[in-house]
């Protein structure tokens, strides 16, 4: 298993500003994610962080929107930009260790935008 | 893109009953999982079924898979007050690189 937390837990943005969540996981994993999960929706991916090169984003997802950053097997950063009102979600990041089929979630950042 | 749908979308029972979800998918996968997310929080793993089963248990969950209906269900048996959350499926496709793809979930409400 893995333990993993994330800052903030919570945040309220202005539109037009940015918020960066941090990822912390306490083992070095290879394959990191980030998710969003609108209000009352399910988990969409948005992209898989790669350490050591760029993030490799789904259909939709663009890195000038969600750039990321993956500088160690441990950590991450997705940083949402030019927040919009419809950016407010929670945002999850998780990771699937090596030989592992499962993934485990952090707790998630709970984004509103104003 | 979201390839599970799941149903029913809320079901509401007493405790001490038992609690069926569905799950349903399009494309061939490698294994199907089940989470369990409480209030909006993150997602904690609860069982894992490989494409060439068909029954798993764990506990007092219960998960089959149809690979021939490309469905599942979770069972959960004697349920309590406690297991009030959002269950989800996500699939691992063949052609998918260990990217989970979840269904639209199933809130659960037990009540007391």
């Known amino acids: 298993s893995a333990v993993i937390s994330q800052k903030p837990s919570r945040d309220i943005c202005q539109r037009g500003t940015s918020l960066t969540i941090q990822c912390q996981v306490d083992s070095q994993v290879t394959m990191m994610f980030w998710y969003r999960q609108q209000p009352g929706q399910s988990l969409t991916l948005i992209a898989t962080a790669n350490q050591g090169s760029e993030a490799t984003y789904e259909s939709g997802f663009v890195i000038d929107k969600f750039p990321i950053s993956r500088p160690n097997l441990t950590f991450s950063t997705l940083t949402v930009s030019n927040l919009s009102p419809e950016d407010s979600s929670i945002y999850l990041c998780?990771?699937?260790?090596?030989?592992?089929?499962?993934?485990?979630f952090g707790p998630g950042t709970r984004l509103l935008v104003l | 893109s979201q390839q599970g749908e799941e149903d029913p979308q809320a079901l509401s029972i007493q405790e001490g009953e038992n609690a069926t979800m569905n799950c349903s998918y399009k494309t061939s996968i490698n294994n199907l999982q089940w989470y369990r997310q409480n209030s909006g929080r993150g997602l904690v793993h609860l069982i894992l079924?490989?494409?060439?089963?068909r029954e798993k248990h764990s506990g007092r969950l219960r998960v089959t898979l149809d690979t021939s209906k490309k469905s599942s269900s979770l069972l959960i048996t004697a349920s309590r007050a406690a297991d009030t959350a959002s269950y989800f499926c996500a699939t691992v496709p063949i052609q998918g690189a260990q990217k989970l793809v979840f269904g639209q979930g199933t809130r659960l409400t037990i009540n007391p």
């Open positions: 079924i490989r494409s060439n089963e």
């Open positions: 998780s990771v699937e260790p090596v030989r592992q089929e499962t993934q485990y």
